[in-house]
């Protein structure tokens, strides 16, 4: 059985069997505390890690399980644990939490193909708000609403810590995929995340991020410089998004185009609302787009 990797005194991490190119490694779930334990990130669906958690929690009682969104990688486990532990789970709110009008929008016409899976079950014992906080064993920990890769994503602020879900991971950039993925306000999400000025991020997949201003800025000229190749792309020409795919993501292997193109989507998505590319008939993953001269 998986032993779980002692992060801090009173942290550890044990990594979920799925690993996958979305994934990395797998699933970090989180168990935080010494006398009384909060569960981040419970993790799949999967008997051998629950019996993994189990193990690792013990006789010990578990004060909350928190969930930062409701991907089939991060939550499922949530209900069987808290089963087994009485905890109460917190999360935002369930799946179609925390979308933008225009977001619900598209999922209402059924634009919601392409994600990494939604836990379409989801439904928390009780939704946190954004700020709120939380005082497991007196050390404060306070949710913090990310929008941009989930609409009910949250990170969670401890001390000079931070657990930063799928918002900001070392390992890869994070996947947004629309309706529950939107880039304007992941890129905002940032800028709050930014703002705490935290020691280290926990993210959900991969190792820690121990520079976290230096890999926000990675990860926000990387959405900027993502955005300037499909203006650039569109200009003087209308494109439709596998076009586009195929000339940005020159380095991508193909079995990672589909996931590029709800990328590209997103991006496609936030520079029409901004008025500097217009869609024909109207935006969609279909759609052919063009860039709009400015000025």
Known sequence: MTEPLVLE??????VAPNPSPMTGAG????ILGRARLVVIDPGPGDAGHLAALRAAIG???VAAILVTHAHLDHSPLARPLSDV???????YGDARAGRSPRM?????????????????????????ADGERLLPEGDEIRALWTPGHFGNHLCFCWRDAVFSGDHVMRWSSTFVSPPDGDIGAYMRALDRLEAEG???????????????????????????????AILSALEGRAQRI?????????????????????????????LEARGQVAAHPEPGPEALYRRVAQG
């Open 198 to 228: 935290a020691r280290v991020l926990y993210p959900g997949h991969g190792g820690p991020v121990t520079s976290p201003a230096g890999r926000i800025a990675e990860l926000r000229a990387h959405r900027q410089a993502r955005e300037a």
């Open 104 to 128: 619900a929008a598209l999922a209402a016409q059924g634009l919601a193909d392409g994600g990494e899976g939604v836990d379409t079950s989801f439904m928390p014992d009780r939704c946190l």
């Open 242 to 270: 596998g076009d586009l795919v195929a000339e940005i993501y020159t380095d991508t292997p193909v079995a990672m185009h589909r996931a590029a193109a709800r990328n590209v989507f997103a991006h496609l998505l936030d």
């Open 9 to 14: 005194p009173d942290l550890r991490v044990l």
């Open 85 to 91: 532990t009485g905890a109460p789970v917190l999360a």
């Open 59 to 61: 006789a010990l009682p």
């Open 27 to 30: 699933t970090n779930t989180y």
